[in-house]
């Protein structure tokens, strides 16, 4: 009797060692319905599951599958987390237990950890005795999930740029997706435009980005040069992005090409006046055109400064009077302002410098203004003696008897 529970108890405990290591999966791979795994992906995920118990029965076989840490939690949601395979009796045989899950739109590209937990009941040792369950853990199941990468233009320096300019460029670019870009390219395509009036001075129309992963940004900068006849409007360049694994996204850098133009000065003298002419002999018309003649040590300004010519279209020109005087000695260079809008609503000023030779009479003239406030001091000042001769009249009359009496 001895011997008869002594063989129990060893038979016991050698079934209890092949049902620990009864059950494995396949691979520390899970498998998904469809592959790759993207994110937003509703799917089902297997997991194999194998007799490997040399011959122990595994009865009310139940698959739990449970991630392992917080970051494939946040990843993955478990629409079924328990799977029951039933019984798997022979050894070698094999059963796949079989997940729905749900993929977070928002999770990146990365493999994420589960553990899968098969928990079943051995054979009975005895009518007596009831099979202990027994659970074995699978550590660290792969779910392997590929993002979709996007990289978008996030900032451009370029705003409004001028004919016959060149103006240094910076745009920031980013990976807003889920995926990572090997090798990307950003290349900049200048031949589509129907102004082909724009270049890029130095290396090429190609740009490095490097590895993007999702969130990563990365910035490249370079000159770029408008051409003199570029024509007044809004402008999109286009970029195009590139990568390994035929990644591929188009995006448009936006820019503004101001009307701006130039002028032409000259001058008249008629009857001791100063007539400065100004024409527009740009390529675009100029808005609130005015002129001025700044304050400087060569030249004497009487009057108004400035005067407003109005809006001039190419080849318009106009004329405004100043009075204006040369002092002896100084420079004939005349420094002239002028402001106008240009077709992009901007504001700019012009200053030209002109050679200016002043007759004699356009001197005298203004020597003539400018002594005409002095000559009527004279006058003025009789005027004030009469009026105090009268206002004191009484006693000037009074101290004239006093004196002709003493005598």
């Keep these: 009797m001895k011997q008869l529970n002594i063989i129990y108890v060893i038979f016991a405990v050698v079934s209890a060692l092949l049902l620990a290591q009864s059950a494995s999966a396949a691979s520390n791979s899970l498998v998904t319905e469809n592959a790759p795994v993207y994110p937003g992906a509703t799917t089902y995920v297997y997991v194999p599951i194998q007799n490997m118990g040399f011959g122990a029965f595994m009865e009310d076989v139940s698959v739990r599958l449970e991630p392992k840490d917080t970051a494939s939690a946040n990843a993955v949601t478990l629409l079924n987390s328990v799977y029951s395979l039933g019984t798997i009796n022979n050894w070698g045989d094999q059963r796949t237990a079989k997940f729905r899950i749900n993929v977070n739109p928002d999770a990146v590209e990365g493999d994420y950890y589960f553990n899968v937990y098969i928990t079943y009941k051995g054979q009975q040792t ?8 027994v659970t074995t853990e699978l550590k660290d199941q792969i779910l392997t999930i590929k993002g979709k990468p996007l990289i978008v233009l996030l900032n451009s320096t370029l705003g409004t740029v001028a004919p016959m300019s060149i103006n240094k460029v910076t745009l920031q670019f980013k990976n807003t997706g889920t995926g990572t870009v090997q090798n990307a390219v950003a290349e900049i395509n200048l031949a589509t435009n129907s102004n082909p009036a ?19 940004e990365a910035d490249i900068t370079f000159d770029l040069a408008v051409d003199i006849a570029a024509h007044p409007g809004v402008y999109n360049l286009p ?19 101001a009307g701006t133009t130039d002028f032409e000065i000259s001058y008249q003298e008629t009857m001791g006046s100063f007539s400065l002419n100004v024409a527009n002999v740009g390529v675009n018309s100029a808005g609130a055109v005015t002129v001025s003649v700044p304050r400087q040590k060569d030249f004497i300004l009487t009057g108004s400064s400035s005067s407003v010519l109005g809006n001039l279209n190419p080849g318009d020109y106009t004329s405004a009077i100043f009075q204006l005087s040369k002092v002896p000695g100084g420079s004939n260079n005349l420094d002239v302002d002028i402001q106008y809008t240009d077709t992009s609503g901007q504001r700019h000023t012009v200053t030209k410098s002109l050679a200016v ?23 003025v000042l009789a005027i004030i003696i009469v009026v105090a001769v009268y206002w004191q009249r009484k006693k000037i009359t009074s101290y004239y008897h006093q004196l002709k009496g003493n005598k």
């Design 198 to 216: 724009f270049s890029i001075l130095g290396g090429g129309t190609q740009f490095s980005l490097g590895n993007l992963k999702a969130g990563n």
């Design 126 to 133: 005895s009518g007596s005795t009831q099979a202990t369950p």
């Design 239 to 257: 970029v195009k992005i590139t990568g390994e694994n035929n990644y591929s996204s188009n995006n448009y850098v936006g820019l503004v090409v």
């Design 357 to 379: 030779e002043l007759s004699s009479a356009t001197q005298t003239g203004a020597g003539r203004r400018a002594s005409g406030s002095t000559q009527y001091i004279p006058w």
